[in-house]
């Protein structure tokens, strides 16, 4: 048996570790991870690990996915088998290379020819066991030579400026003709090739490790003497051990990419004007909004990107307050209301998980957590009771956690976001208003929201919501979804409780809660959330906590004389400062008031030679600190930068590298009190919980629009069907709600000119893009897939146009 974890990777950098599952061949991980990709990538890489107690972890397999082809697994459970992991196949980064060929005439008289090889300069190579010493070496190598040349070694740094040149003979003397460069046999010349390797020198005894190669053919200087290009470099292909894959087991992965290529606004202001007039339009399913909800495969598709926007242009309000009126005019029975998984649920669900994520931290997550480190036996099936458990015991402890989470909860009304609390005061309304007679619908519409939801949800999966890192262990997790069921069930204000529980055991525990005081505390905390004339949530004064983490930090030299080490600390971020402590729970060692903060900028690599550096500028010093990833540090700069955002005297421009012997070493100014040299990256929008690119998300319900053209077009079909005949309809045009066939066309006829006019766009800017991309450039290096692909596509349409 084996104790596996799995890890997420970019190329070779780790951003994501899953838990530890013990003793297991067939382990189960049901782990989300979600980021931002903020560099570019050659490969999506999972690396499989055994845990070894005493050694180095060993890899027991990976799968990569190269970027071209995340688009066909696209949002599809899929099983890959493991590859198995050696050096010669982990292989990043890429060269910058110069060949040049010149003629030289010997002392003989004889002409021969010299091979100038200049190797400029890599970058992005791996870094492998924490360091990076890199040199590479040269050979021309053909059927009968192989000499070799080695570079220096550049100490520290995984993009290392070489800039040294090789020469080599290539020469026979022979019947010389101006035909060619090359003066010797022309079958020859094609045997030829430079060869480039990259190793890593290591002080270990086990000798230097690979890091990749490339093979230049000399043929690619018949056209002229010179040739210069950028390359990836390529694994070796020592005849690979042919190892049968099937021997290292396989991974379900469920990946969803999406890449969205973003114009400037003002591409998109007649697609975003539509959108965000669909709460004005009359009827509401007439608008675009909710056009792209019918069209769309899975309503959650469409009410991710909607949601946002309309939460960037404060006006989702007004948006969920049309669809759910129209919703609630639809329902037949008052039980069954917001059940159905339509798009005002959606919407909603994605409205509370934005803007109420940092309500349901604050509110949740020092309970779970207790839960999950205490390991008190809960359960209180007579079944399942383990050996010396004792039911009654068992029962209390669930008893007192409800007990805890309930009151916690229904005491959490002052805390609720003011966008939740007008929305269930919509939904409210229009319940009441359409079901008269019935007092408690009132309460179900919004509880079947913040109960059912939201706050159970929550308590079942705590991972999902960010309440704990990993997956709970079995236990924590049966003991949560018992909590879980009778939160929901005291929420949902049923009328017969006890019945509303298949399992007679939860029907007896349930008796405990059968107290007309736990109704109460419903309805006051559904009445203060779903009123309009709350107070202000901002007058509550705790410090919220919005990060943590381990990071690796320079000491800042507050004390005159101290070391100015690297060491591993505990940060916390609140919205009232930004300390540090020696490890997790500790007193803090140094913290920063949120004024403080003067600007939150990347640090140039150079700086220490260390990656994923990012300083904290405060108005003494700066703060250099070391996050664990490219993930990690734009997580923490943007964090940072959104809660420093509103500081008075925020800085317009900083020192991109360290102060380090006297100067700096951007801008080599030597007072440390320098003004800096390159202006501050631009700010985000200052409310913490939300950081919205509001083009962004145009351009995603673009990509949706055009994804389902054909949908768009049977809408149309639709609606002319209807405005001229009144009979039972085709089967295909019944699914879409269409209440106005002549608004609705109206619409739809903006909609996809809107959409065809960005396209044209996309098209005319690949086009452009295509024309002045050179293949062996630095953006595109010889070796580059996603562009071999790209030009293929590209003689595909312009052969099509023509």
């Given at each position: 048996?084996?104790?596996?974890?799995?890890?997420?990777?970019?190329?070779?950098?780790?951003?994501?570790?899953?838990?530890?599952?013990?003793?297991?061949?067939?382990p189960?991980?049901?782990?989300?991870?979600y980021?931002?990709?903020p560099?570019?990538?050659?490969?999506?890489?999972?690396?499989i690990?055994?845990?070894?107690?005493?050694?180095?972890?060993?890899?027991?397999?990976?799968?990569?996915?190269?970027?071209?082809d995340?688009?066909?697994?696209h949002?599809?459970?899929t099983w890959?088998?493991?590859?198995?992991?050696?050096?010669?196949?982990?292989?990043?980064?890429?060269?910058?290379?110069?060949?040049?060929?010149?003629?030289?005439?010997?002392?003989?008289?004889?002409?021969?020819?010299?091979?100038?090889?200049?190797?400029?300069?890599?970058?992005?190579?791996p870094?492998?066991?924490?360091?990076?010493?890199?040199?590479?070496?040269?050979?021309?190598?053909?059927?009968?030579?192989?000499?070799?040349?080695?570079?220096?070694?550049?100490k520290?740094?995984?993009?290392?400026?070489?800039?040294?040149?090789?020469?080599?003979?290539?020469?026979?003397?022979?019947?010389?003709?101006r035909?060619?460069?090359?003066?010797?046999?022309?079958?020859?010349?094609?045997?030829?090739?430079?060869?480039?390797?990259l190793?890593?020198?290591?002080?270990?005894?086990?000798?230097?490790e690979?890091l990749?190669?490339?093979?230049?053919?000399?043929?690619?200087?018949?056209?002229?003497?010179?040739?210069?290009?950028w390359?990836f470099?390529?694994?070796?292909?020592?005849?690979?051990k042919?190892?049968?894959?099937?021997?290292?087991?396989?991974?379900?992965?469920?990946?969803?990419?999406?890449?969205d290529?973003?114009?400037?606004?003002?591409?998109?202001?007649?697609?975003?004007?539509?959108l965000?007039?669909?709460?004005?339009?009359?009827p509401v399913s007439?608008s675009a909004?909710?056009?792209?909800?019918?069209?769309?495969?899975?309503?959650?598709e469409?009410?991710?990107?909607?949601?946002?926007?309309?939460?960037?242009?404060?006006?989702?309000?007004?948006?969920?307050?049309a669809?759910?009126?129209a919703?609630?005019?639809?329902?037949?029975?008052p039980?069954?209301?917001?059940r159905?998984?339509?798009?005002?649920?959606?919407?909603?669900d994605?409205?509370?998980?934005?803007?109420?994520?940092?309500?349901?931290?604050?509110?949740?997550?020092?309970?779970i957590?207790?839960?999950?480190?205490?390991?008190?036996?809960?359960e209180?099936?007579?079944?399942k009771?383990?050996?010396?458990?004792?039911?009654?015991?068992?029962?209390e402890?669930?008893?007192?956690?409800?007990?805890?989470?309930?009151?916690i909860i229904?005491?959490?009304?002052?805390?609720?976001?003011?966008?939740?609390?007008?929305?269930?005061?919509?939904?409210?309304?229009?319940?009441a208003?359409?079901?008269?007679?019935?007092?408690?619908?009132?309460y179900t519409?919004?509880?079947?929201?913040?109960?059912?939801?939201?706050?159970?949800?929550?308590?079942?999966?705590?991972?999902?919501?960010?309440?704990?890192?990993?997956?709970?262990?079995p236990?924590?997790?049966?003991t949560?979804?018992?909590?879980?069921?009778?939160?929901?069930?005291?929420g949902?204000?049923?009328?017969?409780?006890?019945?509303?529980f298949?399992?007679?055991y939860?029907?007896?525990?349930?008796?405990?809660?059968?107290?007309q005081?736990?109704?109460?505390?419903?309805?006051?905390?559904?009445?203060?959330?779903?009123?309009?004339?709350?107070r202000?949530?901002?007058?509550?004064?705790?410090?919220?906590?919005?990060?943590?983490?381990?990071?690796?930090?320079?000491?800042?030299?507050?004390?005159?004389?101290?070391?100015?080490?690297?060491?591993?600390?505990w940060?916390?971020?609140?919205n009232?400062e930004?300390a540090?402590?020696?490890?997790?729970?500790?007193?803090?060692?140094?913290?920063?008031?949120?004024?403080?903060i003067?600007?939150?900028?990347?640090?140039e690599e150079?700086?220490f030679?260390m990656?994923?550096?990012?300083?904290?500028?405060?108005?003494?010093?700066?703060?250099?600190?070391q996050a664990?990833?490219?993930?990690e540090?734009?997580a923490?700069i943007?964090?940072?930068?959104?809660?420093?955002?509103?500081n008075?005297?925020?800085?317009?421009?900083?020192?991109?590298?360290?102060?380090?012997?006297?100067?700096?070493l951007?801008?080599?100014?030597?007072?440390?009190?320098?003004?800096?040299?390159?202006?501050?990256?631009?700010?985000?929008?200052?409310?913490?919980?939300?950081d919205?690119?509001?083009?962004?998300?145009?351009?995603?319900?673009?990509?949706?629009?055009?994804l389902?053209?054909?949908?768009l077009?049977?809408?149309?079909?639709?609606c002319?069907?209807?405005?001229?005949?009144?009979?039972?309809?085709q089967?295909?045009?019944?699914?879409f709600?269409?209440?106005?066939?002549?608004?609705?066309?109206?619409?739809?006829?903006?909609v996809?000119t809107?959409?065809?006019?960005?396209e044209?766009?996309?098209?005319?800017?690949?086009?452009?893009?295509?024309?002045?991309?050179?293949?062996?450039?630095?953006?595109?290096p010889?070796?580059?897939?996603?562009?071999?692909?790209?030009?293929?596509?590209?003689?595909?349409?312009?052969?099509?146009?023509?």
């Amino acid at each position: 048996m084996r104790d596996c974890y799995c890890t997420v990777n970019l190329d070779q950098e780790e951003v994501f570790r899953t838990k530890i599952v013990e003793k297991s061949l067939c382990p189960f991980y049901g782990e989300d991870f979600y980021c931002e990709i903020p560099r570019n990538f050659r490969h999506l890489s999972f690396y499989i690990f055994d845990r070894d107690v005493f050694r180095r972890d060993s890899i027991i397999g990976k799968v990569a996915i190269q970027k071209e082809d995340l688009p066909k697994y696209h949002n599809r459970d899929t099983w890959f088998q493991l590859q198995h992991v050696d050096a010669d196949s982990e292989v990043q980064g890429k060269v910058h290379l110069e060949l040049r060929l010149s003629e030289v005439i010997t002392d003989t008289g004889v002409v021969c020819h010299k091979l100038a090889t200049r190797i400029l300069e890599c970058q992005g190579l791996p870094i492998v066991n924490g360091q990076c010493d890199p040199y590479a070496t040269v050979a021309l190598a053909g059927p009968c030579r192989s000499e070799a040349k080695k570079t220096k070694v550049k100490k520290k740094t995984n993009n290392p400026q070489f800039d040294e040149v090789f020469y080599f003979e290539v020469t026979r003397p022979c019947s010389y003709s101006r035909k060619s460069h090359f003066d010797f046999e022309e079958e020859d010349v094609d045997k030829l090739e430079i060869r480039v390797d990259l190793w890593n020198a290591s002080n270990l005894k086990f000798g230097d490790e690979f890091l990749g190669e490339l093979r230049v053919p000399l043929n690619v200087l018949r056209q002229s003497s010179s040739y210069e290009a950028w390359y990836f470099l390529q694994p070796r292909d020592n005849g690979s051990k042919s190892l049968k894959p099937g021997d290292l087991g396989s991974l379900r992965l469920n990946v969803v990419y999406t890449e969205d290529h973003v114009f400037s606004s003002d591409y998109y202001g007649p697609l975003r004007d539509l959108l965000l007039k669909s709460a004005d339009v009359e009827p509401v399913s007439a608008s675009a909004a909710h056009i792209l909800g019918e069209v769309c495969k899975e309503k959650q598709e469409a009410a991710i990107p909607l949601v946002r926007l309309f939460l960037h242009y404060g006006r989702v309000v007004p948006f969920i307050s049309a669809i759910a009126n129209a919703e609630v005019r639809r329902t037949q029975d008052p039980n069954t209301i917001f059940r159905g998984n339509s798009l005002t649920s959606k919407c909603i669900d994605e409205t509370m998980k934005l803007a109420g994520m940092h309500y349901l931290h604050v509110t949740l997550k020092p309970t779970i957590e207790e839960i999950c480190q205490s390991h008190k036996s809960c359960e209180i099936d007579p079944v399942k009771l383990k050996d010396g458990e004792n039911l009654e015991n068992n029962m209390e402890n669930l008893r007192q956690y409800v007990d805890r989470i309930f009151n916690i909860i229904t005491k959490s009304g002052v805390s609720c976001p003011t966008v939740m609390c007008d929305i269930f005061f919509s939904l409210r309304e229009a319940a009441a208003k359409r079901f008269q007679d019935d007092l408690d619908v009132r309460y179900t519409a919004v509880s079947s929201f913040i109960f059912l939801r939201f706050f159970a949800p929550a308590i079942l999966s705590p991972n999902l919501f960010q309440l704990t890192p990993h997956h709970t262990d079995p236990q924590t997790s049966r003991t949560l979804t018992l909590i879980s069921k009778t939160i929901q069930t005291l929420g949902s204000l049923s009328k017969s409780k006890s019945a509303s529980f298949k399992e007679s055991y939860m029907a007896a525990f349930y008796e405990f809660f059968n107290e007309q005081k736990y109704a109460d505390a419903v309805k006051n905390f559904l009445d203060l959330i779903s009123s309009s004339g709350r107070r202000d949530p901002k007058s509550i004064e705790q410090p919220i906590l919005l990060k943590e983490g381990f990071m690796i930090k320079r000491a800042q030299g507050r004390k005159r004389f101290g070391m100015k080490n690297f060491k591993k600390r505990w940060f916390r971020l609140t919205n009232h400062e930004f300390a540090y402590q020696k490890s997790k729970g500790d007193q803090p060692l140094c913290s920063i008031p949120i004024e403080n903060i003067l600007a939150v900028e990347r640090l140039e690599e150079e700086s220490f030679k260390m990656k994923n550096m990012f300083q904290v500028i405060q108005p003494e010093r700066a703060l250099y600190i070391q996050a664990n990833n490219c993930v990690e540090a734009k997580a923490w700069i943007d964090i940072l930068t959104k809660v420093s955002q509103r500081n008075k005297k925020r800085l317009t421009v900083y020192h991109p590298s360290a102060y380090l012997n006297g100067h700096w070493l951007c801008c080599r100014a030597s007072s440390d009190t320098a003004p800096g040299c390159s202006p501050c990256t631009g700010g985000l929008p200052a409310n913490i919980q939300l950081d919205i690119d509001g083009d962004r998300e145009t351009e995603r319900i673009y990509s949706l629009f055009n994804l389902y053209m054909s949908k768009l077009e049977k809408m149309q079909e639709a609606c002319g069907s209807r405005s001229v005949y009144d009979g039972p309809e085709q089967e295909e045009y019944s699914t879409f709600i269409i209440d106005d066939p002549q608004e609705t066309y109206k619409t739809l006829k903006q909609v996809i000119t809107g959409v065809g006019a960005l396209e044209q766009e996309h098209a005319q800017y690949r086009r452009d893009k295509f024309k002045k991309t050179k293949y062996g450039s630095q953006e595109h290096p010889i070796g580059d897939k996603s562009f071999q692909n790209y030009v293929r596509q590209q003689s595909e349409t312009s052969t099509h146009s023509i």
